[in-house]
């Protein structure tokens, strides 16, 4: 068996894959795209040279897949122990609704918001607008960070209180929060704050995290 996933390691979109496979105890290979300047060929694998895309060459041609949230339903049907996906029809939609929120809101918020101006820029050897970066905490941030801190309530996951795509896919652009140098206020959102401790300690984030913080720090530090 070999599984590729194509991506950079610091995505959110690439994490939640990787972390979906370590979850499954699956091996694969990390192949290394920037999504600034992806190879030529690259549309091969995915249309929109977005990242990431996928590859199961166990299968004949063609064998490859974009799209994160497709990734992980493939994922899922194919290697279905253990579960990351409910069976009850609700509860499955549900998920998939904190993994659209997560995809959108909460990605496209932290992403351009805070990760982009810290931690890419610094990447491109360009200067962050800080400015961006406070009026996305003080403007869009808190109603994200409500919502969560209300769905979660007093449970240890997100639907039907058990571990799935969903806290997958909430949990890993906090990640990238914490990698822009920021952390959920325990004293205004207590649940959630304790809710992303929870999910980040699991040897599927904690492993990760060990791998990209070594990365983001050679960048801070440049």
């Given at each position: 068996m070999a599984l590729i996933v194509y991506g950079g390691a610091v995505s959110p979109f690439v994490r939640k894959v990787r972390v979906m496979l370590a979850e499954k105890s699956l091996e694969y290979t990390l192949e290394n795209v920037n999504p600034f300047a992806p190879p030529p060929d690259y549309a091969n694998l995915h249309p929109l040279k977005r990242i990431p895309a996928f590859r199961d060459s166990d299968l004949p041609e063609p064998n490859t897949l974009a799209d994160s949230s497709v990734i992980c339903d493939y994922l899922e049907h194919k290697f279905p122990k253990p579960a990351l996906y409910p069976s009850d029809p609700y509860l499955r939609a549900r998920a998939l609704w904190f993994e659209e929120y997560a995809d959108t809101a909460i990605s496209q918020t932290i992403g351009p918001g805070l990760f982009f101006e810290r931690i890419v820029k610094r990447m491109m050897k360009q200067q962050p607008n800080e400015e961006i970066c406070i009026a996305t905490l003080r403007d869009k941030v808190p109603g994200?960070?409500?919502?969560?801190?209300?769905?979660?309530?007093?449970?240890?996951?997100?639907?039907?209180?058990?571990?799935?795509?969903?806290?997958?896919?909430?949990?890993?652009?906090?990640?990238?929060?914490?990698?822009?140098?920021?952390?959920?206020?325990?004293?205004?959102?207590?649940?959630?704050?304790?809710?992303?401790?929870?999910?980040?300690?699991?040897?599927?984030?904690?492993?990760?995290?060990?791998?990209?913080?070594?990365?983001?720090?050679?960048?801070?530090?440049?």
């Open positions: 994200l960070f409500d919502y969560l801190e209300k769905e979660i309530g007093s449970n240890q996951f997100l639907v039907g209180n058990t571990f799935s795509i969903a806290d997958i896919s909430i949990a890993t652009p906090f990640v990238n929060f914490r990698h822009a140098d920021e952390s959920v206020d325990a004293n205004r959102w207590p649940k959630l704050a304790a809710y992303i401790k929870r999910v980040h300690d699991r040897p599927s984030f904690a492993g990760l995290w060990e791998q990209e913080n070594r990365f983001v720090q050679r960048v801070k530090a440049a």
